[in-house]
Nanobody, 115 residues
Framework: QVQLVESGGGLVQPGGSLLLSCAAS????????MGWHRQAPGKQRELVAE???????VYTDSVKGRFTISRDNAKNMVYLRMNTLKAEDTAVYYC?????????WGKGTLVTVSS
């Protein structure tokens, strides 16, 4: 059974930082492309960052230079380091794993950026 469990969300002031973590189980993690997506209130879910099984990364323009995605295949973990957070980064952040044409999603972790 595939499970993706996010953690690390919370309330942070503008300009602050958070580290999101996603623990994966039930998959051969190293063969999966992993990603972080987010959904703000009233908006569609959007890609934030992806990291391929080979370690290549992609970021949406609004987070380039502020967010960093990384993975630890030995621990079956993917991370999203978020720096210089802005109010518009407020959203539920979801971890996604993809392989063999299948997408698996976690339940999300809420990030609120507010003073």
């Amino acid at each position: 059974q595939v499970q993706l469990v996010e953690s690390g969300g919370g309330l942070v002031q503008p300009g602050g930082s958070l580290l999101l973590s996603c623990a994966a189980s039930g998959i051969i993690f190293s063969s999966y492309d992993m990603g972080w997506h987010r959904q703000a209130p009233g908006k569609q879910r959007e890609l934030v960052a992806e990291i391929s099984s080979g370690g290549s990364t992609v970021y949406t323009d609004s987070v380039k230079g502020r967010f960093t995605i990384s993975r630890d295949n030995a621990k079956n973990m993917v991370y999203l380091r978020m720096n210089t957070l802005k109010a518009e980064d407020t959203a539920v952040y979801y971890c996604k794993g993809r392989n063999y044409g299948m997408d698996y999603w976690g339940k999300g972790t809420l990030v609120t950026v507010s003073s």
